[in-house]
């Protein structure tokens, strides 16, 4: 009857750490395929309005971006208060953004370049004045074909 | 007797996958970025600029919005919540009305001759407008046009609009023109 016996004492085995791998890296192919690489550090504070007739950014290698907004606090000693546009990593000013576009379609493919999108990315409290700036600006480098960033609506 | 190779150690791969998890948690964004699109007009010399295009009071529907983010609709205050409303009418113009803009027969493929609207949307805002204001209203305004052509869509191919196909599209394109004019900004008062 030594079939059922507890033959001493038992020691629990280790949980197998062999698939721990695996697991990790499917975790890490998940994020690398749903996210999108951060394009700048954002030097301004950007709270974007809200919309509902959104249409999304399809190619993200076609788009350039132009941000303005209040400078960060750790900015605000040398660049003040005021909304400021931010190109790439370094504040600017209206007149940059001509050199700013140009610069933007010559790394562009030539047969992408039509296809370019402008995305501003504006504070909502952001006073027009700057924005008509900018869109005057970027009329006159026939960058015509805009997207206003916004968040979708929430329904109340 | 051939040496037995050892086998590498996959001890340390899981650290390995987590520091690149790690990494990758770190320096992306997982938000996709959506928003108005819009289309600007080409960029016309202001001294070349001629006043000849005169366009008929009734054609044109005029939206301010002023510094303290109020707005005018065709010369008196409005509420944001029934601009939609009061544009889809303008564009649509469904009874004719004398007040309401001009209709002209086109060709257009799947609907044959069609009466199509001469309106145009005029949005003009102060230079201290607040951005979200803005976009509220050009939102409502986009979705005025959306909506008229979704109706569109539905009475004529029984489908919404985003699931048609693109030559389908054009042509209700055709029918509801997306005309909203960004006149430059001027002092509201």
Redesign the interface.
Known sequence: MSKFKDTGKKEIPPIS??S??DI??M??FF??V?????EVTYMVDITL?????????EK?SL?SYIYVGEPLKQYQSTFGVAPRIQLNDQFANVSDIQDYVIAEREARDEAERPMM?T??K????????I??DI??E???S?A???????R?KVER | MAKKIPEIPSASLADIAFMLLIFFLVTTTMDVDSGLERRLPQWVDPEQLEDDQQIKERNVFVVLVNRNNQLLVEGEYAQIDNLRERAKEFMANPTNDESLPEKEPQQIPYFGETMVTKGVISLRNDLDTQYGTYIAVQNELVAAINELRDELARDEFGEPYDELERDKQEAIRDVYPSRISEAEPKKVD
């Open positions: 750490t062999a721990l791998p990790v890296f975790l890490l994020f690398m749903s996210t999108t690489m951060r309005p809200e919309a509902t007739e959104l249409s999304k950014l993200k788009v999108i995305s501003l504006v504070d909502e409290n952001t006073k027009m004045g924005v008509s869109k005057q970027l009329r006159k026939a015509l074909h805009i997207n206003y960033s916004s979708q």
